[in-house]
C-alpha cells in the first residue's frame, strides 16, 4: 500500500473510531444520567412516606425496564407518586415518555401502574385516590421511545450511509487510480530509491526529477538489463553508440561519471567499474 493510501485508510479509521467512542460515550452518559435520575425518583418515594432513613437499593435493568426497590416495607398515596415521579422526570429530563409499574415484592402482583407521554398528549393515570398499603414494593420504569430519540437514531443512521458511501467512493477510486496508475508505472523502473522514466528520459528520487539525456538514458537502460553483472565496453559502445565513431573511448568513461553523478542519492545503486573489461550496474535488494 502506498503512503498517500494508507494515510487516507488510517483517517477513515480514525473517523471511524471516533464516530463510534462519540456513539458509545454518549449512550454511556445517557444511561448515567438514567441510573441517577431513577435513584432520585426512589428517594423522594421515600421522603412522600415519611422516611429518610432508609436506602435505595442499586438500580437494576431488566430487559427494558428499570427496577426500583428498597430496604424497607413503606406504604404510598397514588397521587403524591405519579406527582414525585413526573416532577424529577421533568427537573431531570430524563424522558417526555414512561410508563411505571409499582409490583409487590412478595407476590408479583401488579399493585398500580400509569403512564405519562409528552409527545403523544396520552397520560393514563388511573386510581389516584386509592391508599396502598405498607408494604414491599417494587417500581418498575420503562422509558418511551420518544420524537427526540428517534431523531438522534435518524442522525446516526445518516452518519452511517454517509461515511458508507465515502468508503464506497474511495475504493472506486483507488480501484480507478490503481488502473491508470499501471499503464504509466509500465514506463518507470524502479532502481532503489529510484524510479527511471525510460519515456521521459528521467530519474525520479522523492520530490526531484533528474533529466537525462538520450545517451545517458540508453546507457542506463543497458546497464539495467543487466543488473548486478558486469557489460563489455566493446557491446556498451556498440548498442548504444553504434556506428556512430566520434563516440568512443574516454567518452563512455565521461558518460559514465555523469551517470554516477546522478545516481548518488543512493547509495544502493552505483555503476561499477570492472577494470579491463566493462562497467556493472550494481543494486543491492
Given at each position: 500500500?502506498?503512503?498517500?493510501?494508507?494515510?487516507i485508510a488510517?483517517?477513515?479509521?480514525?473517523c471511524?473510531l471516533f464516530l463510534?467512542?462519540?456513539?458509545?460515550?454518549?449512550?454511556?452518559?445517557?444511561?448515567?444520567?438514567?441510573?441517577?435520575?431513577?435513584?432520585?425518583?426512589?428517594h423522594?418515594?421515600?421522603?412522600?412516606?415519611?422516611?429518610?432513613?432508609?436506602?435505595?437499593?442499586p438500580?437494576i435493568?431488566?430487559?427494558?425496564?428499570?427496577?426500583?426497590?428498597f430496604?424497607?416495607?413503606?406504604?404510598?398515596?397514588p397521587?403524591?407518586?405519579v406527582s414525585?415521579?413526573?416532577?424529577?422526570?421533568?427537573?431531570?429530563?430524563?424522558t417526555?415518555?414512561?410508563?411505571?409499574?409499582?409490583?409487590?415484592?412478595?407476590?408479583?402482583?401488579?399493585?398500580?401502574?400509569f403512564?405519562?407521554?409528552?409527545?403523544?398528549q396520552s397520560d393514563?393515570v388511573p386510581?389516584?385516590?386509592?391508599?396502598q398499603?405498607k408494604?414491599?414494593?417494587?417500581?418498575?420504569?420503562?422509558?418511551l421511545?420518544t420524537?427526540e430519540?428517534?431523531?438522534?437514531?435518524s442522525?446516526?443512521?445518516?452518519?452511517?450511509?454517509?461515511?458508507?458511501f465515502v468508503?464506497?467512493?474511495?475504493?472506486?477510486?483507488f480501484?480507478w487510480?490503481?488502473?491508470?496508475?499501471?499503464?504509466i508505472?509500465?514506463?518507470?523502473?524502479?532502481?532503489g530509491?529510484?524510479?527511471?522514466?525510460?519515456?521521459?528520459t528521467?530519474l525520479?528520487?522523492?520530490?526531484?526529477?533528474?533529466?537525462?539525456?538520450?545517451?545517458e538514458?540508453?546507457?542506463?537502460?543497458?546497464?539495467?538489463?543487466?543488473?548486478?553483472?558486469?557489460?563489455?565496453?566493446?557491446?556498451?559502445?556498440?548498442?548504444v553508440w553504434?556506428?556512430?565513431?566520434?563516440?568512443e573511448g574516454r567518452?563512455?568513461?565521461?558518460?559514465?561519471s555523469k551517470?554516477?553523478k546522478?545516481l548518488e542519492?543512493?547509495s544502493k545503486?552505483?555503476?561499477?567499474?570492472i577494470?579491463?573489461v566493462?562497467?556493472?550496474?550494481?543494486?543491492?535488494?
Open positions: 500500500m502506498h503512503l498517500r493510501q494508507f494515510k488510517a483517517f477513515i479509521v480514525v471511524i463510534t467512542s462519540k456513539s458509545f460515550a454518549q449512550d454511556s452518559n445517557s444511561e448515567k444520567h438514567i441510573q441517577v435520575s431513577l435513584r432520585m425518583i426512589g423522594q418515594v421515600l421522603l412522600s412516606s415519611a422516611d429518610s432513613t432508609s436506602r435505595v437499593l438500580i435493568k431488566e430487559n427494558n425496564r428499570y427496577k426500583i426497590h430496604d424497607t416495607e413503606f406504604e404510598f398515596n397521587e403524591e407518586l414525585t415521579v413526573d416532577r424529577v422526570v421533568k427537573e431531570t429530563k430524563m417526555s415518555g414512561y410508563i411505571v409499574e409499582v409490583e409487590n415484592c412478595d407476590t408479583g402482583d401488579l399493585v398500580y401502574s403512564k405519562m407521554d409528552e409527545a403523544e393514563i386510581c389516584k385516590k386509592r391508599i398499603p408494604s414491599c414494593y417494587s417500581l418498575f420504569f420503562t422509558l421511545e420524537n430519540l428517534k431523531t438522534e437514531a442522525q446516526v443512521n445518516y452518519y452511517l450511509f454517509a461515511l458508507l468508503l464506497i467512493a474511495l475504493v472506486f477510486f480501484l487510480k490503481r488502473r491508470n496508475t499501471s499503464v508505472d509500465s514506463n518507470l523502473i524502479p532502481m530509491q529510484y524510479h527511471f522514466d525510460k519515456c521521459n528521467e525520479l528520487i522523492e520530490h526531484q526529477r533528474i533529466e537525462l539525456t538520450s545517451k538514458a540508453d546507457l542506463l537502460l543497458l546497464l539495467y538489463s543487466a543488473a548486478n553483472t558486469t557489460v563489455e565496453r566493446e557491446v556498451i559502445l556498440n548498442m553504434g556506428d556512430e565513431g566520434a563516440y567518452t563512455l568513461d565521461v558518460f559514465i551517470l554516477r546522478k542519492f543512493d545503486v552505483k555503476i561499477v567499474n577494470r579491463g566493462g562497467y556493472k550496474l550494481v543494486m543491492d535488494v
